[in-house]
């Protein structure tokens, strides 16, 4: 039976606008329709891999709790399984086996965030204590279930808790499929790699300039030319450069964060590290570390996605002067996760 986890719900949220046990968001406007404008936008059946190779950025100079994956094999009794002659076991047998394995940090490289990547203190059951919670009033500890543990120097030995259902894992945006019709904001094309913080204002005229429509149910890109930038440093990022070039959003700006709400758009996808600027435009007094963040996925359960690699694809929509594709991104399907690695692919 479903029950309303919430008594007080964010201004400017969505929570139960789509039932109170919701676990998608603005997924749910991912609609059989939208996929099929976005089927109707391939016209030269042309493909584009939106993904960075999965070690790239290189080191952990964006983020110091992330490190590049290690790739290795698994293991028979008696050495690695790799280049395994198996006529070793079996000299009937000429099968020559290689089967490896990864850890990584699964928002290390390309990603999605899912709605359980961000939350906020807030008071949704009413009591007068702010608490962590999640999107639809998910409340962490009960509904939302991680790692018990982070250490600096690389990822827990816990395994993520099963005792309560993981609400909001990423594993429901790969269940509802993540295609759809893709739409290219080209702040490169007007910018270079200078670093701007786009505010409401400034954004409107790249979008009134370069005619860009949005539609409820549009998954919008942000070409911002960095996802380039990290191919050229070759796994070796300049902090000079990584941290301080090339476009992102003020998710301070309310009119900017307004635009998103009133667009219907589902999902945000930039090629740069976090869609907006982080560290934040700086704010007097209590509020979110991730502004842009906190309203996308805590309050209108809008996925973000990082670090894609855009930039083929807005060179060739800008010469052929168009800005809508077919866009393919499902996530790893893996329960419980909050984030995943991802290799979209758009069709032109």
């Known amino acids: 039976m479903s029950t309303q986890r919430w008594v007080n719900r964010p201004e400017g949220s969505t929570w139960g606008d789509f039932g109170p046990d919701d676990q998608l968001g603005r997924l749910n ?18 493909t584009f891999c939106l993904s960075l190779p999965l070690d790239y950025p290189g080191g952990n100079v964006l983020n ?6 290690v790739l290795r094999p698994t293991r028979r009794a008696n050495g690695p399984n790799f280049n395994y002659v198996l006529a070793r076991d079996d000299p009937n047998m000429s099968d020559v086996v ?3 394995l990864v850890v990584m940090h699964l928002q290390y490289s390309t ?26 009033g998910f409340r962490a500890g009960v509904d939302i279930i991680g790692p018990t543990d982070i250490e600096e120097s690389g990822p827990t030995t816990e395994p993520h808790s099963t005792s309560h259902a993981n609400a909001l894992g990423v594993e429901h945006m790969a269940e509802a499929c993540m ?30 300039e370069d005619k860009v429509e949005i539609e409820k149910g549009d998954m919008v890109c942000l070409h911002t030319g960095f996802g380039e930038l990290l191919l050229e440093m070759d796994r070796a990022p300049e902090p000079s450069k990584a941290q301080y070039l090339c476009a992102v959003l003020n998710g301070r700006d309310r009119r ?4 998103i709400t ?29 502004p842009l963040h906190e309203h996308c996925l805590f309050k209108l359960g809008v996925n973000l996605g990082e670090l894609w690699y855009l930039t083929p694809l807005a060179k060739w929509l800008r010469e052929n002067k168009r800005y809508r594709f077919l866009l393919t991104a499902p996530p790893l399907r893996l329960p419980g996760a909050v984030g995943s690695p991802a ?6």
């Not at 295609?179 to 270079?192: K, T």
């Open 256 to 259: 900017l964060l307004n635009w």
């Open 98 to 100: 290689n089967d490896d």
């Open 343 to 348: 290799t979209p692919i758009a069709t032109v």
């Open 262 to 290: 009133d667009t219907g758009l589902v999902s945000l996808i930039a090629d740069n590290y976090a869609v907006e600027a982080f560290p934040a435009v700086a704010q007097e007094g209590c509020c979110a570390a991730l």
């Open 111 to 136: 990603q999605w965030d899912s709605l359980a990547h961000v939350g906020s203190l807030f008071d949704a059951d009413g009591d007068g204590v702010p608490e962590p919670c999640f999107y639809n």
């Open 64 to 69: 110091p709790r992330r490190h590049p994956p």
């Open 29 to 46: 406007l991912l609609t059989p329709e939208k996929v099929r404008q976005g089927i109707a936008e391939v016209r030269e059946g042309r």
């Open 179 to 208: 295609q759809g019709r893709g739409v290219m904001i080209d702040l490169h094309a007007h910018v270079g790699r200078v670093r701007v913080v786009f505010n409401y204002e400034r954004l409107m005229r790249v979008i009134d």
